[in-house]
Nanobody
Framework: QVQLVESGGGLVQAGGSLRLSCVAS????????MGWYRQGPGKQRELVAA??????PNYADSVKGRFTISRDAENTVNLQMNSLKPEDTAVYYC?????????WGQGTQVTVSS
């Protein structure tokens, strides 16, 4: 089992920045991809950014050039969010993939006011 704990959400004005962090614990050996998804009000959960082992990060078109994903270690993933827009408002979920299984954090709220 893998447990994911997110931090860093909050309220920010449009144009501002936030940094999300996620730390995995438990059976972390074998984690390959870690990333962030989000679910806005009345919307489906969508990929924001993901970082796999040895590959280039993958970003949603809507966040390219504004968000940056980074992996400090095998079990840590961060999301630096700049130039935030009201449409970025959502619950952000950390995701880890290990041996064919998906694991999710509890989610952290990001609210961008106009």
């Amino acid at each position: 089992q893998v447990q994911l704990v997110e931090s860093g959400g909050g309220l920010v004005q449009a144009g501002g920045s936030l940094r999300l962090s996620c730390v995995a614990s438990g059976s972390i050996f074998g984690i390959n991809t870690m990333g962030w998804y989000r679910q806005g009000p009345g919307k489906q959960r969508e990929l924001v950014a993901a970082s796999g082992s040895g590959g280039s990060p993958n970003y949603a078109d809507s966040v390219k050039g504004r968000f940056t994903i980074s992996r400090d270690a095998e079990n840590t993933v961060n999301l630096q969010m700049n130039s935030l827009k009201p449409e970025d408002t959502a619950v952000y979920y950390c995701n880890a993939q290990r041996m064919g299984w998906n694991y999710w954090g509890q989610g952290t709220q990001v609210t961008v006011s106009s």
